[in-house]
C-alpha cells in the first residue's frame, strides 16, 4: 500500500479541477493499490514547506464532486522554478519528504513549466534510483505543449473567445452611422491558438472579427493600418482580434513600444497594453473612433462556458495518468492523440516529458492566411469539436457552487 501526491502549477483553466478530480477519483477507486491520495497546497513549493491535504476527506464529505466544476486551482498554484543543477540540495529534500509520506505516485497538473518540473524530478528519480513514479497531467488554454494534439482548458477558453467575440461583434454593430474600430486583445505569448479562436465566432463570411492576428507572423504596423482603412469601406464597424505576444518578428512585442515591459520568475516577459497601443496608433493615423478590450484572466476562469468536450477530457485524463503510473510509466505526460474530426474521436496516451519541457507547439503557418491577418477553415475544423457540449453547474440562489479549500 503505497500513497498519491497530486499538486497544481502555472495558470489555472476553467478544468484544471476536472483533472484533479480524475486524479483523485481514480486514486481513490484504487483503494487495494493505494492508501492516501494527498494534495500538494500551492504545488511543489508549498509542499517543500510540509503543505499538504489529504484528499480523501473531501470524498468523505461528499465535497468531491463539487471539484469537478470550479474553475482557478483547487489546491493553488505556484511558479516556482527547480534548479537545473539535479546535484541541488533541493532535491534530496524534497525527495525525504516523499519518502516520509510514503509517496509511490507524484501528478503534477500544469503546462510547460510544470512539465519541466516532472522531467526534473523523473530524472533525479533515476539518478537516485528511487521508485517514485512521476507523470505531468497537460493543461493550458495556450494549447502549446508539443506531443499532444491539444490540452485540457484550451476548449473551454477557446468557447469562451468565441462566444464572447461574438457578443462584442453584436454590441459594435447597434450603430452603423460612423466607423469605428473594435480591438479584442487575447492572451497568447508565442503561440496564438486562442486568439485564432475567434475566428468561430464568425456568421457567415465576411463577418466580424474581419482581421484576427496571431504571434506566429511578424505584425507590419504599416500594412495593419492599411488593412484597417481597408475593412472599414465595406464594414462599418470594424472588429480585430490580436494576440497579446504580437510582435516585429525581430524579438519585440508590439507593447513594447508603448512601455516597459517586466519579467517573471521564469524569465518570461509579461505583456499587456497590445491592444491600448493599437487603439491609440489607429487614432492618431486614421482618426476614427476606437476602442480595445482586453478579455484577461476571464478566458480562464469562466465556468458557465465550459466546453463539455474539454471537461470530459480533462477528467479522463487525471485517470488515465493513475492508471499508466500504476501500471510502471514514469517521466511522461499524458497526451491527446486524435483520429478524426467528423465524428470526433481521441484516445490517451503517454508522451516523454523530457522532449515536451521548454517546447511550444505554434499555430502551423498554413493556418494563417491573407497576409497574416486571418485564419484558415483547417483550423476550424480542428478547433470546432473541441467547444462542443455544456456543462450543467451546481446552482445555489441563482449563482453556480464552487470547491473552497478551508
Known amino acids: 500500500m503505497k500513497n498519491i501526491i497530486v499538486g497544481q502549477s502555472g495558470g489555472p483553466t476553467a478544468v484544471i479541477n476536472g483533472s484533479l478530480y480524475g486524479v483523485v477519483s481514480e486514486g481513490l477507486r484504487q483503494n487495494e493499490t493505494i492508501r ?12 517543500l514547506n510540509d503543505r499538504y491535504i ?3 476527506a473531501l470524498d468523505e464529505a461528499n465535497e468531491l464532486e463539487f471539484i469537478k466544476t470550479t474553475p482557478g486551482a483547487y489546491l493553488g498554484s505556484c511558479r516556482y522554478k527547480l534548479p537545473e543543477d539535479l546535484n541541488d540540495p533541493v532535491y534530496p529534500k524534497l525527495f525525504q519528504k516523499l519518502n516520509e509520506k510514503e ?33 505531468g497531467i497537460p493543461k493550458t488554454i495556450d494549447n502549446d505543449l508539443v506531443e499532444t494534439d491539444h490540452t485540457p482548458g484550451y476548449g473551454s477558453a477557446a468557447k469562451y473567445v468565441a462566444t464572447t467575440v461574438r457578443e462584442i461583434v453584436t454590441d459594435a454593430s447597434v450603430y452603423d452611422n460612423k466607423k469605428s474600430v473594435t480591438i479584442v486583445e487575447i492572451m497568447g505569448r508565442h503561440a496564438g491558438w486562442l486568439t485564432a479562436a475567434s475566428v468561430l465566432a464568425r456568421k457567415f463570411e465576411g463577418d466580424n472579427p474581419v482581421l484576427i492576428y496571431l504571434p506566429e507572423v511578424a505584425f507590419d504596423q504599416d500594412a495593419f493600418l492599411e488593412k ?24 519585440t512585442f508590439i507593447c513594447e513600444f508603448a512601455s516597459d515591459v517586466g519579467v517573471d520568475n521564469f524569465g518570461h516577459k509579461m505583456l499587456t497594453g497590445s491592444g491600448k497601443y493599437l ?60 483520429h478524426s474530426h467528423h465524428p470526433y474521436e481521441v484516445s490517451y496516451e503517454t508522451a516523454d516529458v523530457n522532449i515536451i519541457c521548454n517546447e511550444e507547439k505554434p499555430v502551423p503557418t498554413e493556418w494563417i492566411i491573407n497576409d497574416g491577418s486571418d485564419i484558415s477553415d483547417d483550423f476550424i475544423a480542428y478547433a470546432a469539436p473541441l467547444i462542443q457540449g455544456d456543462v450543467d453547474l451546481p446552482v445555489k440562489d441563482g449563482l453556480p457552487v464552487f470547491a473552497y479549500r478551508k
Do not use: P
Open 228 to 251: 484597417v482603412k481597408n475593412g472599414l469601406e465595406t464594414t462599418s464597424n470594424l472588429v480585430v482580434c490580436i494576440s497579446e505576444g504580437i510582435n516585429n518578428g525581430k524579438g
Open 279 to 338: 487603439e491609440n496608433l489607429i487614432k492618431e493615423k486614421l482618426g476614427v473612433k476606437v476602442r480595445s478590450i482586453e478579455l484577461n484572466v476571464c478566458q480562464r476562469c469562466s465556468s458557465t462556458m465550459l466546453s463539455g468536450t474539454d471537461h470530459e477530457e480533462s477528467v479522463n485524463a487525471g485517470v488515465y495518468g493513475v492508471q499508466a503510473a500504476i501500471a510502471g510509466e514514469t517521466g511522461k505526460m499524458i497526451s491527446f492523440k486524435r
Open 103 to 135: 509517496i509511490e505516485y507524484f501528478f503534477y497538473i500544469g503546462g510547460n513549466d510544470s512539465m519541466d518540473t516532472v522531467s526534473k524530478l523523473s530524472r533525479y528519480a533515476a539518478a537516485i534510483e528511487s521508485n517514485i513514479r512521476f507523470i
Open 36 to 47: 492516501h491520495v494527498y494534495g500538494m497546497v500551492n504545488g511543489i513549493e508549498g509542499f
Open 54 to 56: 489529504d484528499m480523501g
